[in-house]
């Protein structure tokens, strides 16, 4: 189980969206695009913003892999990685890249979103989700069947 520090009123649907496996990111509909991290305006325009379904889908646009034990849930090694994801370019959300070893994950490669449960203080008892990606195929130096060696 992970545990997300805090949550507020403008990243709640963010948290939660992972009830139903899709990953919901902010989306000005006066700008027509998605932005990153959840706000309760618009970067560019100010404007009042919801959410919007994406496909979860996308790359590593670059990635480290952290060997300190900074958070006793979770196991080290693990990768950090920024996600560009295919519904907009320069969309990009950080995420833990699970499913594969740390040296397996390569710039470029292709991964999905997956979530795993999460509490946080404000939400004891929420259905609160952490999205995290996994390799997608094969031929980036992943290993597709990697998903059952954590
Ligand atoms: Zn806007």
């Not at 507020?8 to 963010?14: G, H, I, K, L, P």
């Not at 009830?19 to 325009?45: K, N």
């Not at 590593?60 to 958070?71: I, L």
């Amino acid at each position: 189980m992970r545990n997300i520090p805090s949550v507020v009123d403008n990243d709640y649907t963010y948290w939660t969206s992972g009830w139903d496996d899709v990953l919901r990111l902010p989306f000005c509909e006066a700008c027509d695009r998605w932005f990153f991290p959840p706000a309760d305006t618009c970067p560019q325009c100010s404007g009042l913003v919801g959410f919007r379904d994406t496909t979860g889908t996308g790359t590593v646009f670059t990635y480290t892999v952290n060997v300190q034990r900074y958070n006793p849930d979770l196991p080290t090694p693990y990768v950090i990685a920024l996600i560009e994801l295919d519904d907009q370019a320069g969309l990009r959300i950080p995420g833990n890249v699970v499913g594969c070893e740390p040296d397996d994950v390569k710039i470029g490669m292709r991964v999905g979103v997956a979530f795993e449960p999460a509490t946080s203080r404000d939400e004891p008892n929420g259905e609160l989700f952490v999205p995290v990606f996994f390799p997608t195929d094969s031929g980036t130096g992943a290993d597709p069947d990697g998903g059952d060696r954590r």
